[in-house]
C-alpha cells in the first residue's frame, strides 16, 4: 500500500543553517515525526472546484494511513487544460461526494497535525476555500511546503517538481502522477526526508 523505506534513525533536532528571523514559514524547525501531506486536483480556476483529494496520515516517521476521493468539483465545470492534466471528466465525478462529506472521513484523522504539500499555497488556499464555501470551521492547520523546502534545503537538485524531488528519494510516481493520492504520498517522501 505504501511506499516501504529502511527506518530512519531517531533524528536530533534540526540545527539551523540561517538566523530565526530569516527562517522561512515553509520549513519546520525540528524534524516533522507525525504529519499529514495532502494534495487537491482541481477542475477548473475555482478554488473551490477540487475534483479530487488525496492525503496520506504519517506517525512516528512512518505512512500509517490514506484517504482519497473524488469530489464533486463547485462549479462543475471542466477546463481543457486540467482534464489534460489529471485526466478526470465531469462524467467522472457526477455521483462524487461533495467535500464535507469526503471531509468527514479524515477530520479526525488530520486534528492537530500540521500539513504539507507540495506547492503548499495552492493546496492550503483550497481547503480554507472549501472550509468557507461549506461553512466548516476551518482548523488553522500548519502547512509546510516540500516544494519550496526542497528549493531551500536541495539547492543543487536540478528540478525542484514533485515527480524528480521523490525520484531523487527513490519513489517513482512517473505512472500515477496527478492522482492526488499518489502525489500526496511522494509528497509525504519528501517531508520525511528533507522535514
Same mark, same amino acid.
Given at each position: ?27 519546520p524547525k525540528y ?13 477548473n480556476a475555482e ?54 462529506? @469526503? ?82 504520498? @511522494? ?9
Amino acid at each position: 500500500m505504501f511506499w516501504n523505506r529502511k527506518k530512519k534513525q531517531q533524528q536530533e533536532p534540526r540545527l539551523a543553517d540561517w538566523p530565526d528571523a530569516e527562517w522561512p514559514d515553509y520549513v519546520p524547525k525540528y524534524h516533522l515525526h507525525d504529519f499529514a501531506a495532502i494534495d487537491f486536483e482541481a477542475a477548473n480556476a475555482e478554488l473551490t472546484s477540487a475534483c479530487s483529494m488525496g492525503i496520506v496520515i504519517v506517525r512516528g516517521d512512518e505512512m500509517v494511513d490514506s484517504f482519497y476521493s473524488l469530489l464533486h468539483p463547485v462549479p462543475n465545470r471542466y477546463d481543457f487544460w486540467t482534464t489534460k492534466v489529471h485526466g478526470i471528466r465531469k462524467k467522472d465525478t457526477e455521483d462524487a461526494p461533495l467535500f464535507p462529506e @469526503a471531509w468527514y472521513h479524515v477530520e479526525r484523522k488530520v486534528r492537530g497535525l500540521p500539513m504539507v504539500a507540495h506547492g503548499s499555497l495552492f493546496d492550503e488556499r483550497v481547503l480554507k476555500a472549501l472550509h468557507q464555501y461549506y461553512n466548516i470551521r476551518y482548523p488553522e492547520f500548519k502547512f509546510y511546503c516540500t516544494h519550496r523546502g526542497s528549493e531551500k534545503l536541495l539547492p543543487d537538485l536540478e528540478s525542484h517538481k514533485l515527480q524528480d524531488v521523490a525520484l531523487h528519494f527513490g519513489y517513482d510516481i512517473a505512472k500515477n502522477h496527478h492522482n492526488a493520492l499518489a502525489d500526496a504520498e @511522494a509528497c509525504a517522501v519528501i517531508a520525511m526526508n528533507i522535514f
